[in-house]
């Protein structure tokens, strides 16, 4: 047999095409998002989507301009993690009603 070669279906993140986002005040502190991202394997599940109704009402607004000032630059959330955000990768392309996606794979750059 020969060499096997990986998918062509590129993880959003590994495209460059997603983004993970948590906001810090100027004291470095979190803002209050209902969770911090690193704690998502950690709790329930609903505490991730971007419309939480277990939430403070402080992190329910704080999670709706998250959302306005991403959608305002052209970002798409993935709804069920309030903190990731695509622009360019498939995701994105599907959401933004997009013939394609901008990113793709880095060794498409490389063939030949």
């Given amino acids: 047999m020969g060499a096997t070669t990986g998918t062509k279906n590129i993880p959003a993140h590994n495209s460059g095409g997603a983004i993970d986002i948590e906001i810090i005040t100027a004291e470095e502190e979190l803002v209050d998002m209902g969770m911090a991202v690193k704690d998502w394997g950690k709790v329930d599940p609903e505490l991730c989507l971007i419309e939480c109704s277990s939430i403070s009402d402080v992190a329910k607004q704080n999670r709706a301009i998250l959302l306005d000032v991403m959608k305002y630059q052209g970002f798409v959330n ?35």
């Fill in 78 to 112: 993935y709804s069920t993690e309030w903190w990731h955000f695509s622009y360019g990768d498939r995701y994105w392309a599907y959401h933004q009603n997009a013939g394609n996606a901008i990113y793709g794979s880095a060794d498409t750059i490389f063939e030949n």
